[in-house]
């Protein structure tokens, strides 16, 4: 089964700084998406980045960059330059194969706080 | 442009009545659409998902069930509501391409009393 586990229920960084948000899945397909979400308290889901499995090359989105490890199956979000409009709810998502439709799921998340 | 809307925005039942939330997709056809429930503070949890019409997949053993009776229309229900029933809903749509993402609607916020 498809799972997506993120270990950080919470951090916190300082204005201006670099924070790594870790996130691992499990799957036995060969091709799928990752995605990074964002959830600030008006509960909006707002695509942060994406990365296709079959691309080695790690997305970038301005402040917003992965490290992707396929072999460990590792998925990791880095923000540099943190802003106070970064403070929110992330979530680590896997869309993968399932019979004829694409599945998504999501990690438990980890709340962000970037602190004045 | 593709848009999403979901309805209603909040609502409050009291336990044992029936549930009716309705999602519709524009701007796109034959989408993957999903249906989340997230408690407080919480992750994402996958209820349903759907590759056409009539063809639902259910993720968790549960009170509610969900139809797809046209393309782009997703319908989540009850017949009798429980009190472990309240949370937020989210429904959400994707499209294979060289930009898939998954798009969400604003969500539901449901009190069983």
């Known amino acids: 089964a498809q799972t997506v586990t993120q270990s950080q229920p919470e951090m916190s960084v300082q204005e201006a700084e670099t924070v790594t948000l870790s996130c691992t899945y499990d799957?036995?397909?060969?091709?799928?998406?990752l995605f990074w979400y964002k959830q600030p308290p008006s509960r909006q889901m707002i695509l942060v980045i994406r990365q296709e499995a079959y691309k080695q090359q790690n997305a970038t989105e301005n402040r917003f960059s992965v490290n992707f490890q396929k072999a460990a199956k590792s998925f990791s979000l880095k923000i540099s330059d943190s802003q106070l409009g970064d403070t929110a709810m992330y979530f680590c998502?896997?869309?993968?194969?399932?019979?004829?439709?694409?599945?998504?799921?999501f990690g438990s998340g980890t709340r962000l706080l970037v602190r004045p | 442009s593709q848009t999403i809307h979901q309805w209603p925005a909040t609502l409050v039942q009291p336990v044992g009545s029936p549930l009716s939330l309705e999602c519709t997709v524009e701007g796109t056809s034959n989408p993957n659409l999903y249906w989340y429930r997230q408690a407080a503070g919480r992750g994402l949890q996958l209820l349903f998902y759907s590759v056409g019409i009539g063809q639902i997949s259910s993720e968790v053993p549960q009170n509610l069930s969900a139809s797809r009776p046209q393309d782009r229309q997703f319908i989540l229900s009850s017949k009798k509501l429980l009190l472990s029933d309240s949370g937020f809903y989210l429904c959400?749509?994707?499209?294979?391409?060289?930009?898939?993402?998954?798009?969400f609607g604003q969500g539901t916020r449901l009190t069983v009393v």
């Open positions: 799957t036995s397909e060969n091709n799928y998406y």
């Open positions: 959400a749509w994707s499209i294979l391409g060289s930009n898939t993402e998954a798009f």
């Open positions: 998502a896997f869309m993968g194969r399932m019979d004829s439709s694409y599945k998504l799921i």
